[in-house]
């Protein structure tokens, strides 16, 4: 137990989220202690540059030109945005920023400033993560270049659920990026969404799909459905049983016990008990900050209360302690 495997079978991941709910979770914190700090929480912060008006026709997210909601489509942030709101973010105590956009792929004129934002971001002394949608080999090569530390791409769900949810990528598309991005050496974040209609065998495959990787992914994302008004799936608002998602986080945990976990999209539909079940079934990281992409999220002071009754602490990061005056002098010169 604990150790890292690559050749987990469906069956063995099925019997591990089956098994009765006491004995799944000491076994999944029983590897988390392994592994890591059982009290430390890794929080990330996300920031939209790039809102709404999506190609791409995901069920779930309200970003989609496909949907009808009421978010608009805007032009990509400006550098020096990003730059105050990374600086509010590890005010906060973040100590990554995760800079989303609504595209299928970046395009050539916009990838520029991306490379910037990334730069800039990282000499704040935050570790970086981007997600933009499929990548060119020479744009992972740029990123890596320009000091990305992770790139998020979520496989969302099981080869066999995912064209119920997306018509206009498919799934080897996603294994793609998710394989250039890992072989030029930038740490992979991968997750996926519960609550979308895929059966619990569907969330083990997803499960076995990550955990049968060469290289686990470094962060894996659980994300319960937001269900927002106007997208197809606004009607599977509340239908998720906490314990069934509490048992993915703590099979990922069993399966991936090296990798990040994180509790992430749904926080808001989530008691703090709920939460704290997934923290004790092995999730290790958070989205922190009041504002996931477009929808809410728990504000950051709630957060830390939370954090406060359970003895748990923020991870920080080496940077942190880097001075104003080091980093002025840093985004002085990137920005020149
Ligand atoms: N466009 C890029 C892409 O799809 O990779 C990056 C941004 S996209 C919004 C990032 C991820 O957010 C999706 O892969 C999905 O897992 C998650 N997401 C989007 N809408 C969501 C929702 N309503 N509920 C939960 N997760 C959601
Ligand atoms: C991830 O797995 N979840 C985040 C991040 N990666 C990019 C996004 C959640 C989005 C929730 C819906 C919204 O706010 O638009
Ligand atoms: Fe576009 Fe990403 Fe939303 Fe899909 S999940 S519609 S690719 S922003």
Redesign the pocket.
Known sequence: MGAIRNDWTLEEIRDIMNQPFNDLIFQAQSVHRMHFDPNEIQTSTLINIKSGG?A?D?A????SAHHGTDVEKERMMEVQEVIEQALAAKECGATRLCM?????NPSKQDFPRVLEMVRVVKALGLETCV???MLSDDQVQQLKDAGLDYY???L?TSEAFYPKIITTRNYQDRLNTIDKVQKAGINVCS???IGMGEEHKDRAELLRTFATMEHHPDSV?I??????EG?P?AHMKDQTDSFEFIRVIATARIVMPKTYVRL???RMSMTDEAQSLCFLAGANSIFYGDKL?T?ENPEANHDMQLFAKLGIHMQQNAKAEMTAKKMAEQITELTA
């Open positions: 999506c791409e995901c779930y997210c309200p970003q989303g956009a609504a595209w299928r997600t933009l949608g998020n791409h979520n969302d997750g996926g969404i994302p994300n319960l459905l937001v269900a927002v997208t799936l992430s999209a749904g992409l929808t």
